[in-house]
């Protein structure tokens, strides 16, 4: 199992009239996660892109478990969990300073090419991912 | 089952390079979606946190079936899908103009006070959205 | 004077922890402003990067006076201020629904071809805006 | 002339389809400055928020240069320009790896109380940011 942790801190513009960071930033973290991880396998996705390959999301999840404060860091545990042909399934786990989870979720990306059409994972990707 | 729809506008800085909306604005359109639904059946969630109860997101699911393009009024609809003691379940359904489903997917709310704790949904609030 | 009023509702993930709406927000507010006066004067911005016109903004301002609060109907006066060759300025004025002033400001738009080299504004657009 | 450097990197979700960082992005990032700068100065914004002491942006400016690439590394060179009795005004400019300019503008805060009426900024405050 590929995993990778990375941190993020929350931002003014993020939190909501709760006191919290608004529920929807959490995807953001997750693109941050999987962004990071994929620059550690040594396949930054800019990099991806330029060949001709989008990963476009499918489907997402979140299960949010305590509220994500103003300022603080969050660290964002991101892992593969699957990988098809021409598709890649993260999973993620947001932790606060002090070691609670957060939230936990997953995202499905497919393969693209620049017509959005499926195209399989390149050879490489499927390595350095596995 | 109380259902309603309301109408959004794809605007500029909800696209991504890849030329579609990003798939964190479909989180965005489901509040507005249950926010117009609570506002049709006399409920306004503004009212309801004036009231002291604040209803916090603690799951989120979505599913992506095509694009939504820049400009594009997209459709949602919006049911609540269950209804707890302390909690509620909504259902979004994304369409675009041509009636196309672009995503679906749900939220579940807790009702909670001012202090982030549970609190029972009062009577009125479970009969409108009943 | 090229001028047009446009509405916009405050959303829930557009206040902050201050329990206003957060100043970043109001950019998106000045899009819509012109997003709705070019389709009003019968030359959607859609339409216009379809046929390879873009307009970048290069000058941003705002100045903030009052507070937008969550679910206010935002009304957003915008006017075409400047038309020049290859470049547009629209002035922006944000009013709650008591008609209170809360923000105004501008943009400066540069219209470029999509290798974002300047382009001279079309005659019909020019026509259009002025 | 106190000066700070901090350094974002430009995420997915704010890129646009002109395939550059959405133009309210950069007013996100000028946030990150400023609570980089007040954090280095040993004032994190969030103990002062715990204090009672708001900074609301009461005035805003940006001029775009060139646009920021996704996954780019932003250099956020931030100072404080002003110092009054009850307002701040901090100057930002916006850098890419290759140290062109991207933009530059400002932001004006008023500190106010949580009643968002103006207070002057307290002593140690000034000194810190002087």
């Given amino acids: 199992v590929i995993?990778?942790?990375s941190t993020v801190r929350v931002r003014?513009?993020?939190t909501d009239q709760m006191g919290v960071a608004y529920h929807a930033t959490h995807v953001l973290w997750f693109e941050t996660g999987r962004t990071e991880l994929m620059r550690a396998a040594g396949l930054p996705?800019?990099?991806?892109?330029?060949r001709g390959i989008l990963l476009l999301v499918t489907d997402l999840s979140c299960r949010y478990r305590a509220p994500a404060l103003y300022d603080?860091?969050?660290r964002i545990t991101t892992r593969v969990a699957r990988l098809g042909k021409a598709s890649?399934?993260?999973?993620?786990?947001?932790?606060?300073?002090?070691g609670r989870l957060l939230a936990d979720g997953h995202t499905e990306l497919a393969s693209v090419g620049r017509d959005k059409r499926p195209v399989r994972l390149p050879e490489d990707v499927v390595r350095k991912l596995s």
Same sequence: chains 1, 2, 3, 4.
Avoid: C, I, K, T
Wanted: glycine letters at 4%; aromatic letters at 24%; zero cysteines.
């Fill in 3 to 5: 995993e990778h942790s």
């Fill in 12 to 14: 003014y513009g993020e």
């Fill in 45 to 50: 996705y800019a990099e991806l892109e330029r």
């Fill in 72 to 74: 603080e860091e969050v």
């Fill in 88 to 98: 890649v399934r993260f999973e993620y786990f947001l932790f606060n300073p002090a």
